[in-house]
């Protein structure tokens, strides 16, 4: 049988029960181990280790969870304690005296003590001897206490403390040999008791004094609690250093313009430096004892909970409210560097003043943030969203620029997008320092917020989007000035991105721990891999993606209305574009439908806005072009009422429809290939749509093998429409018209027609 095993059948039994073989006296721990490992085999040996091992680690976290959770008791109880012995030392000195004076009655002896009135001082009762001649013991024990008066009267504290360790010491003598007689033992003693409480309260008094401080200091309570009063030694102390530290925050107190780093430097320092001081001597005086360890500490957050609150009252609370995070990170940067200098002494009070700060900084925090959003609607109201370098003595765009990094190449920004970029790097480098307080988290969710804000911006500045986009959060009450014209929307759409896939990650580092956030690294794409590296941080630049998606999906939609609404409202992009054809008896001239030259001119000069606009990120160019490309195919996809009349009538596609049909989605995916732009999405919605087309003419009763030209001449048609529009067509060295159908009837299948855009 395994320990574990052993260990479950006991775990059946109660505590009681399990505990009774270790309480015995006669416990042997090596033969309790043998008896259950004699059988063991080496593989259930190794697993009873492991058992144990995770055990005892489990016993050692649970002890300290009780010691965390039950802190503050232990050092109240150990308080509680050190006062409890010391009443119990002045008990047992009264004790002591009360059992003498017993004693003295016992035996018949009156003492002149005795007899005077309470309003007699113990000096007197002392010195008042009786009847007449003195013998030789009554000499030396008034000898004895007037050496004890000078010296206290003279505050030569270690003579009188000698002195009294003698008379200590004969007593005990005299008690174990009797040499002295009962009566000149119990003055003696009570004579002790008398002039030791006086010269503690000299010494107590000395501790009080403002003058009093440094080895003074510590030489006057190292002697109370040499006399047998330690607690009141200790706490003495502490209030000797409180009175100190109030007296300088006293001297402090500056006028209220004066408030700021100065200020909470000086006092930082007064306050933390005195707790300092305070561990000094309690360490040299008492050591590492519990009890007075566990006093310090009591005390020391108490002086740093007075000085947080008096810096949040005067720092910290005008400046979070207007939203001066700045401020905020200053003064806890000068707090927590004086702190770090009290955890050598084992005081860590950090924990203590980030409690205290948080609410403050998290004010001040999301103040900044309104104030960013706020701003950046202000701008938009005036941008002329014309993209430029940032002014000169702007903030640099990006903290890797001053790391060597200087190959990266300056943004270039609308106005309002480089204010925007300039206060999230504030922002974040003044949360980068608060790495104590856990604001990495909420900042990068802050500035997720205003960007998603500013994207909102950026959508209302899209013309017919305050018609289309009700519903935008947070945006629907802003004034923005319109981008009127291609260029100015294609700036709308570079500011969100350069801001997305550059400048707000590289922002981000500064709440990177600083062994990632300062390396230095030799290209632009080491440091796009250093951003990528943490989950979180991943997952926070897919979110502001998302925003620049809403952003572009929002051009494309605005762009592909255009061209498939006019001014009035109809749509031209009917089915009567192809229904027609059929009905004229002259053959019509092959050539892409209008709208979709429309389309193609209209990517063509967004192309070549982006190639300038959009250099080093030429793939959210591509995929903006994809977008728009798709977004016109699937509106003509999706529109059921297209659909239906081509399918239904009044007028069914008939032949000459399907081949315009087919030449214009050809068309598209001739220019998309060309343009590098044409996905695997557009290649399969053209294809869905040529078939159902190719449907629509089959249920006529008209087979579409007859009247569909070969794929070549879909092709050559599209190709020549393609240099005609971009001015480059040459038909010097054409020998035949490859524009007439008539010339290539295919006699191919269809499939081959459909395949073609498939490939």
Known sequence: MSIGDSAEMEGQLTLKDRLKIFKSSQFDPDAYLLSKCHAMTEKEIKHACSYLLDLRKASAEEMRKSVYANYTAFIRTSKEISVLEGEL??????????????????????????????????????????????????????????????????????????????????????????????????????????????????????TCQPFTHGAE????????????????????????????????????????????????????????????????????????EPAYSSELVTWAVKQTEAFAFLLKRHVLASSAAAGGLRVATECIQICLGHCSLLEDRGLALSPVLMRLFRP???????????????????????????LAYAPVGARPFSSTSSLGNASIPQPKLSSSAHRFNSMVQGFLEDVGPLESLQLDGPALEGVLQVFSSYVNLLINALPGSMETEENLEGSGSKIVRMAENESQQMALLANASLLADELLPRAALKLLPLTQSNRVDAT???????????????????????????????????????????????????????TSLDGNTEEPEWFPSPIFQELFEKLTQMASIATDMFVGR??????????????????????????????????????????????????????????????????QVIKNIIERA??????????????????????????????????????????????????????????????????
């Open 89 to 206: 030392l002045s008990m047992r000195n009264l004790l002591s005296t009360q059992a003498a004076l017993v004693h003295g009655l016992a035996e018949g002896i009156i003492f002149d003590s005795l007899s005077t009135s309470p309003e007699d001082s113990e000096e007197e009762n002392i010195y008042d001897v009786e009847n007449a001649k003195l013998n030789k013991t009554d000499k030396w024990f008034i000898e004895f206490l007037e050496n004890l008066e000078v010296l206290l009267a003279e505050k030569r504290v270690e003579e009188a403390m000698a002195e009294l360790d003698e008379g200590e010491q004969i007593a005990e003598e005299a008690k174990i040999k009797h040499t002295l007689s009962p009566d000149v033992l119990l003055r003696l003693k009570n004579a002790l008791s008398v002039l030791r409480q006086k010269l503690v309260d000299q010494l107590a008094e000395t």
């Open 217 to 288: 200091l510590r030489s006057a309570v190292l002697a109370i609690k040499k006399l047998g009063d330690g607690p009141r030694a200790h706490t003495l102390l502490l209030n000797s250093h409180q009175q100190t530290l109030q007296r300088g925050m006293q001297s402090l107190r500056p006028s209220s313009t004066s408030y700021g780093g100065a200020f909470t430097s000086a006092l930082s320092q007064l306050v933390l430096s005195t707790i300092a001081q305070a561990a000094s001597d309690s360490l040299a005086v008492f050591g590492e």
């Open 360 to 386: 403050s900084v998290e004010l001040a925090f999301n103040a900044n943030l309104k104030r960013i959003e706020q701003s950046s609607a202000a701008l938009a109201a005036a941008d002329d969203w014309v």
């Open 524 to 578: 632009p794409k080491r440091a796009s891999d250093r951003q990528n590296r943490l989950p979180e941080q991943r997952e926070w630049k897919r979110k502001l993606q998302r925003s620049v998606d809403r952003l572009r999906d929002s051009f494309c939609r605005q762009n592909a209305l255009d061209l498939i609404f006019t001014d009035d409202g109809d749509i031209r992009l009917n089915a009567g574009i192809y």
């Open 618 to 683: 030429e793939r959210f160019a591509t995929i903006l072009l994809m977008r728009l490309t798709e977004t016109v195919i699937l509106w003509l996809s999706d529109d059921q009422s297209f659909w239906e009349e081509i399918e239904q009538g009044p007028t069914p596609l008939g032949p000459l429809g399907l081949q315009q049909f087919y030449l214009d989605m050809e068309f598209v995916m001739i220019f998309s290939s060309q343009g590098r732009y044409l996905s695997r999405n557009l290649q």
């Open 694 to 759: 190719i449907d629509a003419v089959t249920a006529t009763g008209i087979d579409p093998f007859s009247v569909l030209p070969e794929d070549d001449w879909f092709a050559e048609v599209a190709q020549i429409a393609i240099k005609m529009l971009t001015g480059k067509a040459n038909f010097g060295n054409m020998d035949r018209d490859v524009t007439s159908p008539t010339a290539s009837v295919s006699a191919k299948s269809i499939s081959s027609v459909v395949s073609h855009g498939s490939n």
